[in-house]
């Protein structure tokens, strides 16, 4: 499912018209990652949790060259599915 196709399915799920689930999908990705620029988790209960996770630095291989590379050290998002959608996805 591609963006617009989101955006079809929040306006036919909410009864809202297209233009206005494109500005609450827009709102929301803002939100969260404003959030997670700050430091914060984001908790949908249900649904799921988005976090920053750090990736330490660390040894890899260039599989063209077979040599090896160091990779830096950078931060991450991570999302864990909440129970229900588990669930729902089994």
Not at 5 to 26: N, P, Y
Not at 63 to 86: D, H, R, S, Y
């Amino acid at each position: 499912m591609n963006k617009s196709e989101l955006i079809s399915a929040i306006a036919a799920e909410s009864g809202l018209s297209k233009v206005d689930s494109k500005k609450a999908l827009d709102a929301f990705v803002v939100s969260v990652t404003d959030a997670l620029k700050g430091g914060d988790k984001v908790a949908l209960v249900g649904f799921g949790s988005f976090s920053v996770t750090e990736r330490s630095a660390r040894q890899g291989i260039n599989p063209a060259t077979k040599k090896p590379i160091q990779i830096p050290a950078k931060k991450t998002v991570k999302f864990k599915a909440g129970a229900e959608l588990a669930d729902v996805v089994k």
